[in-house]
């Protein structure tokens, strides 16, 4: 259903309940409706399975008591890698009944990565998939952690490992977990920076309810009054990414919808062939899966989708079309970050410009400033940014109080996106302010990238930057100054990134690389990035 922009707009209120909680919600759902489909699941070779909102509550409950008999509790940090698998709500949600702080992995990090997370929050607790183990098993005695849950296949086989499916085979379905606030923690999200490590974003318990007030009605177009029953939701992203937050969770779970959950590569005609075949009404993905589709022949497809959502880069006009022409639905670009909710949609019923992020959503108060936080004008250049204090974003990094001092000292919390607005209030993305790279609805930190890159024993300075590319939106490509007695070859180029994607999650890896003499540096010896970014998009 369409929206009133400027009627939502002007009435939006807060309504965050003091004890607002997800799991009280679930227990609520099943409640009220635990007979409905909460998630229809598919594997890759057509394996399926089905949970109700009831099922969830007992999953949750189950793998709380499991999480209990182990120690863990209010205020422990639970790390998980996990592919998109039946039981991901079970381990989240009863994580969440604990008390517990998430701390969602993608499933791409290796030892390195993992180590340093966990190290960083202290996590105790490792939920992961069977063939994960081995990466987790690297570094486990390099960390805190001291709990080791396996998800899927045979625990006897990995030393040290209590199987998920044993302990919540005899585990009771209720649970009577610590006393839990909108205003508690709930999670910790990873998310790169320029300089240094990735950074833990920490979110309290009424981000979930801030997903449900912005991103269902003025993005996805649904909400718990509307009637869910011949609806069904796909969202494309991964279990360690905060956009699982922002859909699965934030949008699906919270209004009782029932949506529909992959396991497998994505491959643009098996995607559509799923679509048609399940009866995917409303879909969210990447545009680089949107340009991917596009390419396809979608007139051949007979699907029953009514919404379509993009997010994690801009989305230009060609998937657009492709879309409107096939499907008669023209698909909607949302943007926000880890750090938020939605803060600039193309809502239900907007007029889609595209090429444009959209409007403000309602509540939030996004805008764009320059470097003094003064707003600026029409189809000038600047920061969007988003006033501190505001619920829907974060408002704390996980025990860095140096980096809180840093990120909340003004009146607004900036994203480090760079935007501009059109006469009709249309906000367009304009690059970074910053050196971080979005690939492929991946945000990459380019130190991520020159860290690992110098640990080869080719390798004496390596910069990483964003270069165009036509189905990426970018693409990371390194600048790589060789050690004495080493030659540029495309030989080496292979080298060096079949190497990266061991060193580091392999999404991260340079697909283009080049040799060069030296570095633009400043004065003071820094590597100007800035340059070689503008050179790439000459
Ligand atoms: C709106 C949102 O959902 S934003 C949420 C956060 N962001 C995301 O979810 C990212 C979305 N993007 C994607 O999922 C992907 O980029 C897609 C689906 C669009 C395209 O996928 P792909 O091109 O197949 O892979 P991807 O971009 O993840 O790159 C990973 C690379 O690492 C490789 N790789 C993956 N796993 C491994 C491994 N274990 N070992 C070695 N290499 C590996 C892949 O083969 C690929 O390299 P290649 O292109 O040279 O073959």
Redesign the pocket.
Known sequence: MAVDYAAESESFEWDIPEGYNIPAVIESHADAFGDRVALKFRDADGGREERTYGDLRDDMNRFANALESMGVGKGDRLIHLLPRDPDVFAVQLGALKRGALLVPSSS?LKPKDIAFRANDCKATTAVVHESLVGMVDEVRDETPLSNFVVLGGDADDADGWTSFSDLVADASAEHDGPDLRAEDPMSINYTSGTTGQPKPVRHRHRWMRCFELVNAPYWWGVTADDDLSEELLW????TG?A?WFWSPVGVGLTTGATQFVYRG??EPDTFLDIMEEEGVTRL?A?P??YRMFAQRDLGSYDLQLTEALS??EPLNREPIEAFREAFGVIPRDGYGQTETVALLTNYPGIDVKPGSMGKPTPGLGTTIIDENEEVVGVDEIGEIAVPVGCPGIFDGYYEKPNLDEKTFSGDYYRTGDLASRDEDGYFFFEGRADDIIIS???RIGPFEVEDALVSHEAVAEAAAVASPHEERGSIVKAFVVLIDGYEGSDDLVEELQAFM?EQTA??K?PREIEFVAELPKTSSGKIRRIELRSQERD
């Open positions: 791409m969202a494309t992203t991964g990414w956009k590569d994505f969210c990447v680089t899966q997010a994690g492929a609805g991946y994607k392999p999404y890896y």
